[in-house]
Nanobody, 123 residues
C-alpha cells in the first residue's frame, strides 16, 4: 500500500491550498480516509475524515475553512483549505484504514496506512 501526498507549500495567511493524496494498492472506495497534521513541537492531530459512503468528520471549527473529498475512481483524497492561518502550519499526512470505529475517525491509532507527509507553511 502506498500513500503519496502532494500540494503542500508556502502560502500567505488568508490564502487557499489544496492537498492531494494518491493511494496505491487498495480499493479506496472501501476505506476510511483521513488527513492529520503535526505542528512543530506538537503531537499529530486529526483534521478531517471521510468514510466509504462520503460522510465526513472534522476537528473542531476546521469545517468552516477545510473540506475533505475523495475521488474513488482516481484513488485520490483531497483536502481543500481556505483562509489559512499561521497556526495551520505543519506537516500534513493522509491515512487510510478499513476498520475505523464510528466516533474515532480522527484518532491516529485507528489508521494502519500512512503517507510520508507534505509540508504546509503559512506566514
Amino acid at each position: 500500500v502506498q500513500l503519496v501526498e502532494s500540494g503542500g507549500g508556502s502560502v500567505q495567511a488568508g490564502g487557499p491550498l489544496r492537498l492531494s493524496c494518491v493511494f496505491g494498492g487498495i480499493v479506496t472506495s472501501r476505506y476510511y480516509m483521513a488527513w492529520f497534521r503535526q505542528a512543530p513541537g506538537k503531537e499529530r492531530e486529526g483534521v478531517a475524515a471521510i468514510d466509504s459512503a462520503g460522510s465526513t468528520t472534522y476537528a473542531g471549527s476546521l469545517k468552516d475553512r477545510f473540506a475533505i473529498s475523495r475521488d474513488s475512481a482516481k484513488n485520490t483524497l483531497f483536502l481543500h483549505m481556505n483562509s489559512l492561518r499561521p497556526e495551520d502550519t505543519g506537516m500534513y499526512y493522509c491515512a487510510a484504514d478499513r476498520g475505523v470505529v464510528p466516533n474515532t475517525e480522527l484518532w491516529e491509532s485507528e489508521y494502519s496506512f500512512w503517507g510520508q507527509g507534505t509540508q504546509v507553511t503559512v506566514s
